[in-house]
């Protein structure tokens, strides 16, 4: 568990990646619907100046996961260019849900994504309580417990192109996630797709029909 020296520490990088922003990022994220209104909501920025422990991912995308209380306990960090690994953390970081804040919305209803990007589509873009999970391999047990008490919680995977083994990652997702949910309930996208894919093809009133919500 992190002191609150180390979450204190991580808000204030948070704060200072966001305010840092440069415009490859910016550009970045307007490609891809985001707009800075929402980029700055949720903290998104840049890694500029980093912590000891963020050098390695030096003038990426950092993406905070903070808590209700408006507190940081982790980062996620993505690339902008096309090399390889896409995605990043600090060593040693543990998992935690993204978009937990959303939790305490008054709903009968939630998304879970699988992707934090994703999850600000449908939280901030459009209007739906939506929490974020980073692949199935990151699904821990006790989340299922945060999401008790809603009438519908619809899981939604990234439609991947099956690899070579036929494995496909977001269909693994959905089934583990409505395995381990009560009223959940698996939405497909279009093959090859995720939901910030859909979104910008379709636009929040496209995905929305997909997912079967309206905006509160």
Same mark, same amino acid.
């Given at each position: 568990?992190?002191? @609150?020296?180390?979450?204190?520490?991580?808000?204030?990088?948070?704060?200072?990646?966001?305010?840092?922003?440069?415009?490859?990022? %910016?550009?970045? &994220?307007?490609?891809?619907?985001?707009?800075?209104? *929402?980029?700055?909501?949720?903290?998104?920025?840049?890694?500029?100046?980093?912590?000891?422990? /963020?050098? /390695? =991912?030096?003038? !990426?995308?950092?993406?905070?996961? !903070?808590?209700?209380?408006?507190? =940081? *306990?982790?980062?996620?960090?993505?690339? &902008?260019?096309?090399?390889?690994?896409?995605?990043?953390?600090?060593?040693?970081?543990?998992?935690?849900?993204?978009?937990?804040?959303?939790?305490?919305?008054?709903?009968?209803?939630?998304?879970?994504?699988?992707?934090?990007?994703?999850?600000?589509? *449908?939280?901030?873009?459009?209007?739906?309580?939506?929490?974020?999970?980073?692949?199935?391999?990151? !699904?821990?047990?006790?989340? %299922?417990?945060?999401?008790?008490?809603?009438?519908?919680?619809?899981?939604?995977?990234?439609?991947?192109?099956?690899?070579?083994?036929? *494995?496909?990652?977001?269909? @693994?997702?959905?089934?583990?996630?409505?395995? @381990?949910?009560?009223?959940?309930?698996?939405?497909?996208?279009?093959?090859?797709?995720?939901?910030?894919? =859909?979104?910008?093809?379709?636009?929040?009133?496209? &995905?929305?029909?997909? &997912?079967? =919500?309206?905006?509160?």
């Amino acid at each position: 568990m992190l002191t @609150e020296e180390q979450k204190k520490s991580l808000t204030e990088a948070a704060y200072h990646y966001r305010n840092n922003m440069d415009e490859i990022t %910016s550009l970045f &994220l307007a490609e891809r619907g985001i707009p800075e209104s *929402v980029a700055k909501h949720y903290g998104l920025g840049t890694v500029t100046e980093p912590l000891a422990n /963020h050098i /390695h =991912v030096e003038g !990426w995308l950092s993406i905070p996961y !903070w808590t209700a209380n408006r507190e =940081v *306990v982790g980062f996620k960090f993505r690339r &902008l260019d096309d090399l390889k690994p896409k995605y990043a953390q600090a060593t040693g970081q543990k998992t935690h849900l993204y978009n937990v804040s959303d939790i305490l919305k008054p709903s009968d209803k939630i998304v879970v994504c699988e992707g934090e990007l994703d999850t600000i589509i *449908v939280s901030g873009i459009c209007g739906i309580p939506a929490v974020g999970c980073p692949g199935v391999s990151n !699904w821990k047990p006790h989340y %299922s417990r945060l999401l008790e008490g809603y009438q519908q919680i619809i899981v939604v995977g990234d439609n991947d192109i099956p690899k070579e083994d036929g *494995v496909n990652p977001g269909a @693994e997702f959905n089934k583990r996630l409505t395995q @381990e949910l009560d009223e959940a309930v698996a939405i497909t996208l279009p093959e090859g797709m995720d939901i910030n894919e =859909v979104y910008i093809n379709e636009g929040a009133e496209g &995905l929305m029909k997909r &997912l079967g =919500v309206s905006s509160e």
